[in-house]
C-alpha cells in the first residue's frame, strides 16, 4: 500500500456540488435537434473548467456534437490516464413523471435528482473534481487526458472515426471509464468484461402470395409456423444453444472465477422478484451470474408475419421473420457466429420453406486481465474509500468503443462504475446519491494517485 494523505479532509464537497448542479441545469440532449445550442454550452462549460484547473483543453466539432478534449501532462515517466466520459443525456421525456424538473437538479433524501446526474455527467465530473482536489495537493501523479463525448446517447457515431484521427494524442496507457453501475450499494465493484453480440433477422418464405386458410390450409407449407419451428431448435431443453459450432473456442469460465461470483450477494428471488416472475430459465449447469456475464446465449428479440390487425383474417402467410440477437463471450468472434446461423438456419427450414439469415450489426466481446496493475491499483483506490475490497464482475451487456479504444489506441479499459441501477439511468427521476458522487471523486483521486505510485504501471 502506497502512503497518501487521506484526501477526505481536503475535500470542498459544498463547491462539488454546486459545479455539478450546474453542469445539470445544461439540457444537453444529443437526440434534440433544438439543443445544438445547449449541447455547445455544455462542452464550452467543460473545456472552460478543466482550463482552468491547467489542462490544454479545446472543444473540437465533430458531424454532430462537440467533443472535449483535455490534457495535462506534467508527470514525465508516470503512466498516461485516459479518462472517457459522456456529456450528453437521454431525453428527458415523460416529463410528467418527474417528480422535480429533470434540469433543475434537487437534493432529496440525500440523492441528486437530476437528468445526467448518475449518466454520465456525475460520473464523469466526479473524475474532474477528482483532478482539482488532487492539484489543490501538488502536481497529478500521472498524466491525465480526458476525452468526453457529446454523442453516447445516440450511438456515438463521430466518436471512432476522431479516436481513428487523433490515435496519437489519445495514447495511453490505461483507459477509465466510469458510467455504469456499481454490484450493490456499500460495494464497490470493478468491471472487467462485456459481452459481445451478433444481431441478424431471420426470414423465412413460404408460398408465392398469402393463401385462404380454408382453401389452402392442411396443404401449404405455413413459414409462421416454420419460424416457429426453427427457432424452438436453435436452443435445446437444457437452454444450450444448437447452432454447430457456436461455443467452440469459447474462454471457460476459470472455477476462481465462478467461486467469485458464487460469493457475491446476490439472490436469484430478490433478482426475479425484480423482474416480474417466479423463475430464471437458462443453460443448465450454470448459475444466474455466470448465464449473465460468463455465458453466451440467444434470444428472439422480435417476431411478426401474418395478419396482426383487429378480429380475424384466415389468412395463411407468405413469409415470417425474427430478428435474433446473441450475446457473445470472450473466445467467441461476431463474424464467424455470424456466418454459423447463416450457414445453420436454412438446414432447419421444414418442407415447403425456405430460411435465410440477413446479419445486422456485431460486436466482440471483451475481457480485461483480472491480475493487471490497473485492476490492483482500482482496487486499492476503492479500499481506501469504501473500506472494502471491490467484487470483480463482467457485464452482460456490450460497449461498442471499447472496440476502438483496444483497437485504435491498445490500452486496456478499467471500469470504475460510481453509481447503481437503482439510480434510475434513462428513466424519470434519475439521481445519483450525494455519497456516491463524493465518494466517487474520492476514487478518481486515490486511483490516481495509485497509478502513480511505483509499483503500478509496470
Ligand atoms: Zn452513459
Known sequence: MTQTPDLSAALNREQANEELFALLRLPSVSADPTRTGDMAATAEFLRAKLGGLGFTARTE?????????????????????????????????????????????????????????????????????GVELLLSQGELP??????????????????????RDHADELKADVIVISDGSRFGPEIPSITY????ISYVEIHVQGASRDLHSGSYGGAAPNPINALAQIITRLKDDQGRVTIPGFYDGIDELTDAERQMWADLPHSDAAFAASIG?????????????????????????????????????????AKAGAK?????VPGQDPERVTRLITEYVPTLAPEGTTATV??????????FDLNSPYN????????????????????GGGIPIVAAF?????????????????????????????????????????????????????
Open 61 to 129: 466539432a465533430t458531424a454532430g456534437h462537440p467533443i472535449v478534449y483535455a490534457e495535462r501532462l506534467n508527470a514525465p515517466g508516470k503512466p498516461t490516464v485516459l479518462i472517457y466520459g459522456h456529456y450528453d443525456v437521454q431525453p428527458e421525456a415523460p416529463l410528467e413523471e418527474w417528480v422535480t424538473p429533470p434540469f433543475e437538479p434537487t437534493i432529496r433524501d440525500g440523492r441528486i435528482y437530476a437528468r445526467g446526474s448518475t449518466d454520465d455527467k456525475g460520473q464523469s465530473y466526479a473524475h474532474v473534481m
Open 142 to 163: 500521472v498524466n491525465v487526458k480526458f476525452l468526453l463525448e457529446g454523442e453516447e446517447e445516440i450511438g456515438s457515431p463521430n466518436l471512432e472515426p476522431y479516436v
Open 193 to 196: 468484461g462485456l459481452r459481445g
Open 277 to 317: 416472475v417466479s423463475a430464471l430459465p437458462g443453460e443448465a449447469g450454470y448459475t444466474t451470474l455466470e448465464r449473465l456475464w460468463g455465458r453466451p446465449t440467444l434470444d428472439v428479440n422480435g417476431i411478426w408475419g401474418g395478419y396482426q390487425g383487429e378480429g380475424s383474417k384466415t389468412v395463411i402467410a
Open 324 to 328: 435474433v440477437s446473441m450475446r457473445l
Open 358 to 367: 440477413h446479419p445486422l450489426h456485431g460486436g466482440r466481446p471483451f475481457k
Open 376 to 395: 490492483h491499483a482500482a482496487n486499492r483506490a476503492l479500499h481506501r474509500v469504501y473500506g472494502r475490497d471491490a467484487v470483480f464482475t463482467r457485464a
Open 406 to 458: 483496444n483497437d485504435l489506441l491498445r490500452a486496456p479499459v478499467l471500469f470504475v462504475d460510481m453509481g447503481l441501477n437503482e439510480d434510475a439511468l434513462h428513466s424519470p427521476n434519475e439521481s445519483f446519491a450525494v455519497n456516491d458522487y463524493h465518494n466517487g471523486i474520492l476514487t478518481s483521486a486515490y486511483l490516481l494517485q495509485e497509478l502513480g505510485a511505483p509499483n503500478t504501471g509496470e
